[in-house]
């Protein structure tokens, strides 16, 4: 057996571990009262509707326009975009064609404390049409929910629309230093702004604009409201645009995703909405959380005690494979979105756990038979691991293709949504994909690096008792 060097057992347990917690429990820190993000855990997980309740809601064009049958998929395909990126997997979204209508229902969004249906759907509905304006003259002045002015309504001198929305490739919050912002003169502390990548096109199309209004302002709307007012101070041909205003964090993510969904075909009127209950309340919640402790508790005993080391880094490993789980779903994983959490999902994840164990049985159950055919511990570690790896291959490859299969059969392609019906997306979709995560978790953790604090463990002289890995007492 290739030897690994022996404090490759430490390091990887101990990363493993660190992983683990930080993916769990997340890192954040205060500022005053503003709460800032370092890594998300398990308390930024946004719960489905069964757990945490949601909004339902019913939209109509506004006023007298007849939308037609691909206005309305349009307007779905926009508003679904619009949930998805915001990590919102759990939903249920159909048009009537016959009565122009679009329903929808998803969960409240995570941190949600005055659960105000108004205000959640005006979020995902808003026509959200970008666009950008000479001057900055306005109409209205209102006082926002926040305190803060919000100004409304272009007059004739900003009537002319120099860009609108078309022209951006992609938008992104971002945060920089007040003086650092290409649409602001402001100087001092740090804020939250959107960037914006152009098209060809549109990058031209803003270098001229820049070249004709250097020194001058241009303002920047969303629909009817002007969101900053910066001087141009430079030309910008490099197709990079940014809209600095006032924004939080939150505000500053909801106009990316917004401006990256485009705009939709008509203006939406919300004809009826509510809130909806949810399945489980947070009690029972906190009750299923502290049944799998216990139960993560009992099977990390039974393991140690059937299996002794072997059943030790089973429980590390485990622990990986939770915590690894858990990091596909909060967004831990920059390029892995948040992702809601339903009863399905929750199921999903503690299948996949069950897969986990298995796997280290299967291999624990092999080294122990290959100590009892009187094979060194060096050879039983080797033959035991080798022998045990198609077997786990093969069971856990079947999982796999049925999560596949049902992330894109349920899943936001909605492939055969025709026969199966939509009002079953969000669910069994959620349950796919933390057990497909689950299962890769398990590949990582509970195949490759368990094996590898396995047989670096070996290479301690203390450790080289076979009944450490399960042989008979006293070898």
Do not use: C
């Given at each position: 057996?290739?030897?690994?060097?022996?404090?490759?057992?430490?390091?990887?347990?101990?990363?493993?571990?660190?992983?683990?917690?930080?993916?769990?429990?997340?890192?954040?820190?205060?500022?005053?009262?503003?709460?800032?993000?370092?890594?998300?855990?398990?308390?930024?997980?946004?719960?489905?509707?069964?757990?945490?309740?949601?909004?339902e809601?019913?939209?109509?064009?506004?006023?007298?326009?007849?939308?037609?049958?691909?206005?309305?998929?349009?307007?779905?395909?926009?508003?679904?975009?619009?949930?998805?990126?915001?990590?919102?997997?759990?939903?249920?979204?159909?048009?009537?064609?016959?009565?122009?209508?679009?329903i929808?229902?998803?969960?409240?969004?995570?941190?949600?404390?005055?659960?105000?249906?108004?205000?959640?759907?005006?979020e995902?509905?808003?026509?959200?049409?970008?666009?950008?304006?000479?001057?900055?003259?306005?109409?209205?002045?209102?006082?926002?929910s926040?305190?803060?002015?919000?100004?409304?309504?272009?007059?004739?001198?900003?009537?002319?629309?120099?860009?609108?929305?078309?022209?951006?490739e992609?938008?992104?919050?971002?945060?920089?230093?007040?003086?650092?912002?290409?649409?602001?003169?402001?100087?001092?502390?740090?804020?939250?702004v959107?960037?914006?990548?152009?098209?060809?096109?549109?990058?031209?199309?803003?270098?001229?604009?820049?070249?004709?209004?250097n020194?001058?302002?241009?303002?920047?709307?969303?629909?009817?409201?002007?969101?900053?007012?910066?001087?141009?101070?430079?030309?910008?041909?490099?197709?990079?645009?940014?809209?600095?205003?006032?924004?939080?964090?939150?505000?500053?993510?909801?106009?990316?995703?917004?401006?990256?969904?485009?705009?939709?075909?008509?203006?939406?009127q919300?004809?009826?909405?509510?809130?909806?209950?949810?399945?489980?309340?947070?009690?029972?919640?906190?009750?299923?959380?502290?049944?799998?402790?216990?139960?993560?508790?009992?099977?990390?005993?039974?393991?140690?005690?059937?299996?002794?080391?072997?059943?030790?880094?089973?429980?590390?490993?485990?622990?990986?494979?939770?915590?690894?789980?858990?990091?596909?779903?909060?967004?831990?994983?920059?390029?892995?979105?948040?992702?809601?959490?339903?009863?399905?999902?929750?199921?999903?994840?503690?299948?996949?756990?069950?897969?986990?164990?298995?796997?280290?049985?299967?291999?624990?159950?092999?080294?122990?038979?290959?100590?009892?055919?009187?094979?060194?511990?060096?050879?039983?570690l080797?033959?035991?691991?080798?022998?045990?790896?198609?077997?786990?291959?093969?069971?856990?490859?079947?999982?796999?293709?049925?999560?596949?299969?049902?992330?894109?059969?349920?899943g936001?392609?909605?492939?055969?949504?025709?026969?199966?019906?939509?009002?079953?997306?969000?669910?069994?979709?959620?349950?796919?994909?933390?057990?497909?995560?689950?299962?890769?978790?398990?590949?990582?953790?509970?195949?490759?690096?368990?094996?590898?604090?396995?047989?670096?463990?070996?290479?301690?002289?203390?450790?080289?008792?076979?009944?450490?890995?399960?042989?008979?007492?006293?070898?």
């Open positions: 057996m290739k030897r690994i060097p022996k404090p490759v057992f430490f390091i990887v347990a101990l990363l493993i571990l660190l992983f683990a917690a930080s993916s769990v429990f997340g890192i954040s820190y205060y500022v005053g009262d503003n709460k800032t993000t370092v890594i998300k855990g398990l308390s930024d997980v946004r719960w489905g509707i069964d757990i945490r309740g949601g909004v809601a019913t939209f109509k064009p506004a006023g007298d326009f007849d939308a037609t049958d691909e206005q309305l998929d349009s307007a779905k395909s926009i508003i679904e975009t619009r949930m998805i990126s915001e990590g919102i997997t759990d939903y249920e979204l159909y048009a009537d064609y016959n009565s122009d209508r679009i929808v229902r998803f969960p409240w969004k995570d941190g949600e404390t005055e659960y105000d249906p108004v205000a959640a759907i005006d995902i509905s808003s026509t959200a049409q970008l666009t950008f304006r000479p001057g900055k003259s306005y109409e209205n002045v209102e006082m926002g926040d305190g803060k002015y919000v100004y409304k309504t272009p007059t004739d001198d900003t009537a002319e629309v120099l860009m609108d929305g078309s022209y951006v992609s938008a992104k919050a971002g945060v920089i230093s007040s003086g650092q912002s290409k649409s602001s003169s402001s100087s001092g502390g740090a804020q939250y959107v960037d914006l990548t152009l098209t060809s096109e549109g990058a031209e199309k803003f270098k001229d604009i820049t070249t004709q209004y020194g001058q302002t241009v303002s920047i709307w969303m629909d009817d409201i002007m969101l900053s007012a910066p001087t141009v101070q430079a030309i910008i041909s490099d197709g990079k645009a940014q809209i600095s205003g006032d924004f939080t964090a939150e505000e500053a993510t909801s106009l990316a995703n917004k401006i990256s969904a485009g705009a939709l075909p008509f203006q939406l919300t004809v009826s909405s509510g809130s909806i209950s949810p399945t489980l309340g947070s009690n029972s919640l906190t009750a299923m959380m502290y049944a799998g402790i216990i139960a993560l508790v009992l099977i990390a005993i039974i393991m140690i005690v059937m299996y002794r080391l072997p059943g030790l880094i089973a429980v590390i490993a485990l622990l990986g494979q939770l915590g690894l789980s858990v990091a596909a779903i909060s967004g831990f994983f920059t390029v892995l979105p948040s992702f809601t959490m339903t009863l399905p999902g929750i199921a999903g994840l503690i299948l996949s756990i069950g897969m986990g164990v298995d796997a280290n049985v299967i291999t624990a159950e092999r080294i122990k038979e290959e100590m009892n055919t009187g094979r060194t511990l060096d050879a039983a080797e033959r035991g691991t080798k022998n045990s790896l198609s077997a786990i291959i093969d069971g856990n490859m079947t999982i796999v293709i049925v999560s596949i299969i049902l992330l894109l059969v349920f936001p392609s909605n492939i055969l949504s025709w026969m199966f019906g939509a009002s079953t997306t969000g669910t069994i979709y959620s349950f796919g994909y933390t057990l497909l995560m689950g299962v890769i978790s398990n590949f990582i953790m509970g195949i490759f690096f368990s094996r590898i604090m396995l047989k670096s463990s070996a290479g301690f002289k203390f450790l080289r008792h076979k009944w450490l890995y399960g042989g008979a007492k006293g070898e």
